[in-house]
């Protein structure tokens, strides 16, 4: 079965810390894999995707993710951590290329200390 | 800007009511859903529609039920609520290009408390 597995449930970093969520997937077939954010008390947003082109995918507000196929990993990653990145995250994959079949996962909040 | 609007917040119903959560699109997306969040769980499929009067069940559909009479609104009805529906529900709409690689855009979600 399709899953998706973020490590962590609760990461804290430094004010200017750099910032590493860890997603990793299994899909049998290349998949599309997403990263969503969700500030407190809103709906989650799309931060980037990855589609099979470039595996480096940048994404809002300074955001980028890896896609590593031997690694079945999708990190996202910030160099420099903000307040205002405090929010839960998401990784997701759609592995069928259908938007009913994307499997998320179950978060990671992120807390910034000053 | 784009957006998908849930009418209601937060909501407070007692064991056995009636409820309905409804959601508006204004992007002209053929395809909408319902989705469930709970905590450590992520979020999870109750009902998709791909068309007007056209309704999928996703992976947790019991104890729900879905409207859309029109494209741009999708209800979510829950018949009798109980307790274990007590939950944030969040909607979502995606175009034909975005269902295929799986962008969606998401209501600010409505927080059901079941008493």
């Known amino acids: 079965a399709q899953s998706v597995t973020q490590l962590g449930s609760h990461v804290s970093v430094s004010e200017g810390a750099l910032v590493l969520l860890r997603c990793n997937y299994s899909s049998s077939v290349p998949p599309y894999l997403f990263w969503y954010v969700q500030y407190p008390n809103q709906g989650l947003q799309l931060l980037l995707k990855?589609?099979?082109?470039?595996?480096l995918v940048k994404g809002i507000n300074g955001f980028e993710a890896e896609f590593k196929k031997s690694e079945t990993s999708f990190h996202l990653t910030k160099p420099s951590a903000h307040m205002s990145d405090a929010a839960e995250y998401f990784c997701?994959?759609?592995?069928?290329?259908?938007?009913?079949?994307?499997?998320f996962g179950s978060g990671t909040r992120l807390s910034i200390r000053p | 800007d784009v957006k998908v609007t849930q009418s209601s917040r937060y909501l407070v119903k007692r064991t056995g009511e009636k409820v309905f959560l409804e959601c508006v699109q204004d992007?002209?997306?053929?395809?909408m859903f319902w989705y469930r969040q709970d905590p450590g769980l992520g979020l999870r499929l109750i009902y998709f529609s791909y068309d007007v009067k056209m309704k999928e069940k996703g992976d947790i559909p019991e104890g729900y039920s879905v409207s859309r009479e029109k494209k741009e609104r999708f209800s979510l009805i829950l018949e009798s609520a109980s307790t274990n529906q007590t939950s944030m529900y969040l909607c979502a709409s995606s175009s034909p290009d975005g269902a295929n690689t799986g962008e969606l855009f998401f209501g600010e979600g409505s927080r059901l408390t079941v008493l």
């Open positions: 992007m002209d997306h053929e395809n």
């Open positions: 997701a994959v759609n592995p069928w290329s259908s938007a009913s079949k994307i499997i």
């Open positions: 990855y589609t099979s082109a470039a595996t």
